[in-house]
């Protein structure tokens, strides 16, 4: 697991903040009873999954295989179970199977398997946990990566059904008509954010839909405030792509008890279709949520292709840049309070480079300079391409470009989206610039050209040689949307995209 952090950090008190959620007792592990097997292997992986709430909080799993012979299976992120219990055709006793460095392996015969995850017995022993477990009363949060085994290949031939009992749960996944997800192995690869319990809520844009599952009530907000907050943050996405960029996100809000930060950490997974996670203090209010801008950096992930391999100066330099100007763009925030945002980010870039280069600060990959130096290298990316187009495409169109070209993408198609975009080879000459100075050199004569000034009192924008292109990228009319009212984009729709993300791909966020 990558090291999380920076942008993304608890930054509301640590760890002492989250209430420990105890179990009434362990969870015992108890040899399961085989269950009535099927005579034939089904078509199709089935799993039935009980979400109980005795004597803990556990999810229950059986898995129906449909292949017999010998295979392995995963647990993408290991610890949480320790045996599954393995049943053959003829009715004989289970076979308890270790699992190793998250792998088991399950010999010929095996016709289904069944296996604890014992949410609230590690939520006792570790503490809450992003990804293996936290919620309050009957509502749980957890990454499927924990809990949900997988075939070690994840084919997008093999079939999967899978089922649910015991709560309502939001998965990134749609079930059909009778509640089953019908999915594929590979869907199991990055499977996102899990929610059981907790109350439900969408918010409905054209073109995209947020499922939002509430984990716990917010303290002084109902569901539908907490979609509308939501509704109106992703809205602004619409000042950087011509329309929105996913047609359904699962959007999971998990509130943490004594708090009343409105950001506390947030994650995008590249699930198919994406999840996204944000923990958010209990008592925080909605003002506060509407200024911060954690929920719009997330969303704004969707925004961009998953690059492979993660390049955190290309994503997240891309969100961390594009959450000033959206805001700006869409009038939550003054130009002046944008590049004030931008100018302090830098900052604390710089501080962090302590005179080392930007390529120095690539390599080294650590939050939060990596996100500023991605802001950064997005400003100047944006800058040139204006410059060179005589302010008529810039960042955004690179956007346009490479969703085109898919739901994933390279950094060197990154650099040939941006030269395509210019109409001529500039991205290598950019990054040639400024990758060998140190990080940030460049910033006093680039806010020099733009008038931008930052003085005792605060930044100050004033006529200059390039002041014009600097209002290009505030202005909410970006110079790549088409001619239409801003409504009337608003309300341009997508067709439902028939394009997924492969789900060989293992990108979190951050
Ligand atoms: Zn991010």
């Known amino acids: 697991m990558k090291k999380r952090g920076g942008r993304h950090f608890f930054t509301g008190g640590g760890p002492g903040l989250l209430a420990l959620l105890l179990g009434l007792s362990a969870c015992q592990t108890v040899k399961p009873v085989a269950p009535p097997g ?98 309050q009363g009957e509502a749980r949060h957890l990454a499927g990566r924990t809990w949900l085994l997988r075939p070690w290949g994840a084919s997008p031939s093999r079939r999967v059904e899978l089922s649910l009992t015991g709560a309502e749960a939001l998965l990134p996944w749609v079930p059909d008509a009778a509640g089953h997800y019908r999915l594929t192995a590979e869907d199991l690869v990055d499977s996102g954010f899990h929610s059981f319990g907790g109350r439900r809520c969408q918010a409905r844009l054209p073109g995209m839909v947020l499922d939002v599952a509430l984990v716990a009530p917010m303290r002084h907000l109902e569901e539908a405030a907490v979609c509308g907050w939501l509704e109106r943050t992703a809205g602004q996405l619409l000042t950087v792509r011509r329309t929105f960029p996913s047609p359904r996100v699962a959007l999971h809000v998990v509130p943490v008890e004594g708090s009343s930060r409105p950001n506390l950490f947030g994650m995008l997974m590249w699930s198919a279709p994406p999840s996204i996670s944000l923990l958010v203090g209990q ?35 891309l969100a961390t840049y594009f959450t000033e100007l959206a805001r700006a763009r869409s009038g939550r925030l003054t130009p002046v309070q944008a590049w004030t945002r931008l ?10 480079a ?31 391409l204006r410059r060179v187009t005589q302010h008529q495409r810039g960042l ?10 898919g739901p994933t993408s390279t950094p060197a198609a990154y650099g040939a989206a941006v030269d395509a975009v210019a109409g001529k080879p500039v991205f290598d000459e950019v990054l ?21 000034t930052p003085t005792p009192g605060g930044i100050r924008l004033h006529p200059a040689r390039e002041s014009l292109l600097r209002e290009t990228l505030e202005s909410r009319s970006a110079s790549s949307l088409p001619a239409v009212a801003a409504d009337e984009r608003r309300y341009a729709t997508v067709p439902p995209s028939s394009q997924s993300i492969p789900r060989s791909l293992e990108r979190k966020h951050p």
């Open 396 to 405: 955004e169109d690179v956007l346009e470009h490479l969703a085109r070209e």
């Open 283 to 317: 008592e925080a209010r909605l003002d506060a949520l509407e200024a911060d801008w954690a929920a719009l950096h997330e969303l704004l992930h969707l925004t961009h292709p998953a690059f492979q391999p993660r390049t955190a100066w290309i994503s997240e330099g």
């Open 38 to 135: 099927p005579r034939e292997a089904p078509r199709a992986l089935r799993y039935h999954v009980a979400y109980v709430r005795e004597p803990g909080h556990a999810l229950d799993v059986e898995v129906v295989l449909d292949q017999e012979g010998a295979q392995e299976f995963l647990f993408t992120e290991p610890g949480g179970v320790k045996t599954v219990w393995a049943f053959s055709g003829g009715g004989g006793p289970a076979e308890g199977l270790p699992v190793s460095g998250g792998r088991v392996r399950l010999p010929a015969g095996t016709r289904s398997l069944r296996y604890r995850y014992p949410l609230d017995e590690l939520i006792r022993e570790r503490g809450p946990g992003f990804f293996t477990g936290m919620g």
């Open 432 to 452: 040639a610039r400024h990758l060998r100075e140190p990080a940030f050199a460049g910033l006093g004569g680039l806010l020099e050209a733009l008038g931008v």
């Open 354 to 384: 302590a005179g080392r280069t930007l390529e120095e600060m690539i390599q080294e990959d650590a939050p939060p300079g990596i996100y500023w130096v991605g802001a950064y290298l997005s400003l100047m990316l944006d800058v040139e």
């Open 343 to 352: 100018l302090e980010g830098f900052e604390r870039g710089k501080a962090q």
